[in-house]
């Protein structure tokens, strides 16, 4: 598998329930960062966890982050419609100085209303 | 600008021909990235510029493809000889060299014929 694999695939909830989503990856990081898509087009930034950080929360959004077993997790608590989109997590690798990010092939959430 | 532009949104183009497409990176941002995502897929890694200079080229697909960056500033992504499998969105991202937080452009939607 590659380096920053989510899963599910795909996550269907109900509005006001909570999303979790998992990203497992391979080699040590600097950090790993949560992006989301919406329709196939431009990726936001979500949130940002460095390798030495085990949580992080912004909004409603609270990542985790397992580096003894090269995981994190993203979850979406009271979700929204709105909140449907890809969502992908990408770990910026030690190696070298170039900020290359490694992206999964992400989950897709759909919210309903 | 406010953000990562890229032009043109769309492109239809026949099997053969070569497309040029473009990015404008956030201003002051050094680093410049390309990306290509095929439907449903993740984010695959194509070229990514420090300034002027690319040191890093390990995800071009093949010779038909190359990039160069002139001025530090805009971007242009050249395609020869274009094939059906070169059809995808074409995403390009910008970050501050000390930043690990990658901006991303609305994309390319390329079809090849």
């Known amino acids: 598998s590659q380096q920053g694999e989510e899963d599910p695939q795909a996550l269907s909830i109900q509005e006001g329930e909570n999303a979790t989503m998992n990203c497992s990856y391979k080699t040590s990081i600097n950090n790993l960062q949560w992006y989301r898509q919406n329709s196939g087009r431009g990726l936001v930034h979500l949130i940002l966890i460095r390798s030495n950080e085990r949580e992080k929360h912004s909004g409603r959004l609270r990542v985790t982050l397992d580096t003894s077993k090269k995981s994190s997790s993203l979850l979406i608590t009271a979700s929204r419609a709105a909140d449907t989109a890809s969502y992908f997590c990408a770990t910026d690798a030690v190696s070298g100085s170039a900020r290359q990010l490694t992206f999964g092939s992400g989950t897709q959430l759909t919210v309903l209303p | 600008g406010a953000g990562v532009s890229q032009s043109p949104s769309n492109k239809v183009t026949e099997k053969g021909k070569d497309v040029e497409l473009r990015c404008d990176p956030i201003?002051?941002?050094?680093?410049l990235y390309w990306y290509r995502q095929s439907l449903g897929q993740g984010l695959e890694f194509l070229i990514y510029f420090q300034g002027n200079s690319a040191p890093d080229k390990s995800g071009l697909p093949s010779d038909r493809f190359s990039a160069e960056r002139t001025g530090g500033s805009v971007s242009t992504l050249t395609i020869q000889r274009t094939q059906q499998e070169d059809s995808a969105v074409y995403l390009c991202a910008s970050s501050s060299y000390l930043q690990e937080t990658q901006y991303f452009g609305p994309g390319t939607r390329l079809l090849v014929l």
């Open positions: 201003s002051g941002h050094t680093a």
